[in-house]
T-cell receptor
Framework: AQKVTQAQTEISVVEKEDVTLDCVYE???????LFWYKQPPSGELVFLIR??????QNEISGRYSWNFQKSTSSFNFTITASQVVDSAVYFC???????????FGPGTRLSVLP | NAGVTQTPKFRVLKTGQSMTLLCAQD?????MYWYRQDPGMGLRLIHY???????AKGEVPDGYNVSRLKKQNFLLGLESAAPSQTSVYFC??????????????FGQGTRLTVV
């Protein structure tokens, strides 16, 4: 069975600090997809990134960066120089190659204080 | 291009009543999903569909039924609502990953309260 663990329930940082959100996954598949979504207080789910299991290259998009390590089954998300607008719940998710078992972690609530 | 649309956005039901939540997508996606979101538990998969006419159970299917008679629509039914089904429900759709690069698109959510 596929499973996603986000051990950090809540994190609070002060604006401009860097913060890393952890994501550990379990799967027996060799081909799979990992995602990060942001859920701001308004409630919608905002897509951030999708990565397939064959692409271990780290990715940077502005203040956001992702570190994918198959050896430790982790797909961690770092926000550099955090801002108040980054306050949200962040979800890590895992999907198999055929879109079945598209499962989410419990989420990490990030609060960025001014 | 509306993306994924959920109907209704809010609903209050009495225990034992039935209702159907509608999810419609206009992106010709093969896969569709229904999730419920409860505090501290993230999104839990209720049912999903990998194509028209096919459905499968997810993590928490009890008390729900689904149908995918048309590719663009995925219906979630509650036959006899219970207070434990009070939740926010999200629908999502995507194209199979092995067919290309895509994200999963989500609807705006339906807030359901069962009293």
């Amino acid at each position: 069975a596929q499973k996603v663990t986000q051990a950090q329930t809540e994190i609070s940082v002060v604006e401009k600090e860097d913060v890393t959100l952890d994501c550990v996954y379990e799967t027996r598949d060799t081909t799979y997809y990992l995602f990060w979504y942001k859920q701001p207080p308004s409630g919608e789910l905002v897509f951030l990134i999708r990565r397939n299991s064959f692409d271990e290259q780290n990715e940077i998009s502005g203040r956001y960066s992702w570190n994918f390590q198959k050896s430790t089954s982790s797909f961690n998300f770092t926000i550099t120089a955090s801002q108040v607008v980054d306050s949200a719940v962040y979800f890590c998710a895992l999907s198999d190659n055929y879109g079945q078992n598209f499962v989410f972690g419990p989420g990490t609530r990030l609060s960025v204080l001014p | 291009n509306a993306g994924v649309t959920q109907t209704p956005k809010f609903r209050v039901l009495k225990t034992g009543q039935s209702m159907t939540l509608l999810c419609a997508q206009d992106m010709n996606h093969e896969y569709m999903y229904w999730y419920r979101q409860d505090p501290g538990m993230g999104l839990r998969l209720i049912h999903y569909s990998v194509g028209e006419g096919t459905t499968a159970k997810g993590e928490v299917p009890d008390g729900y039924n689904v149908s995918r008679l048309k590719k663009q629509n995925f219906l979630l039914g509650l036959e006899s609502a219970a207070p434990s089904q009070t939740s926010v429900y999200f629908c999502a759709s995507q194209t199979p990953g092995h067919l290309g690069d895509t994200e999963a698109f989500f609807g705006q959510g339906t807030r359901l309260t069962v009293v």
